[in-house]
């Protein structure tokens, strides 16, 4: 069976990753299932100099093709802020529940209308050298509080007004039809999809 390599050690991203791309009937595989590989630091200044250098590095590493997302939360009055920084907003080992406080912290006061935000995922493929990219975008409002239990990092409080939910308060299925990985895995999907097909 084919083999397809997740660059995260993210339980949860590989979690909807793997979600979205069953039907491709290949192995996906996480960081975590091959030994060895070595961890490669997001020290690039965007979402996809990051998605870039995972997805390539850890190609090379594991001689097999690569998938890497990097996702940033984009805040109007933050200054597009935490953005490439949003994971580690808090620190550098900070728990996604660190990350929500500091984020509510930094736009307490601040009205409604004027906490517009948005996730932007960039999806790096690569493979033998080569490298494609893909972008999506979900908008929405950061609340005052956190809403709901699924989900994870700023899920609770990022709330997607044509649904009236926030992503913690939707099902798997409905935050993948919607959310900037969704967008993200929709386009990326048709890149694997070439891919595996011409490579049987």
Known sequence: MKKLLLATRNADKVKEIREFLQHLRIQILS????????????????????????????????????????????VEALGAGPGVMSSRFAGASATYDDNIQKLLRELEGIPERDRKARFRTVIAFAEKGKVETVEGVCEGVILTAKRGDGGFGYDPVFYVPERKKTFAEMSLKEKNEISHRGVALRKARIILERYFEHNR
């Open 31 to 74: 960081v975590n299932d091959i030994n060895g590989l070595v961890d490669v630091e997001e020290d690039q200044p965007t979402l996809a100099g990051n998605a870039i250098k995972k997805a390539t590095v850890l190609s090379q590493q594991a001689g097999l093709p690569a998938l890497a997302d990097d996702t940033g939360l984009e």
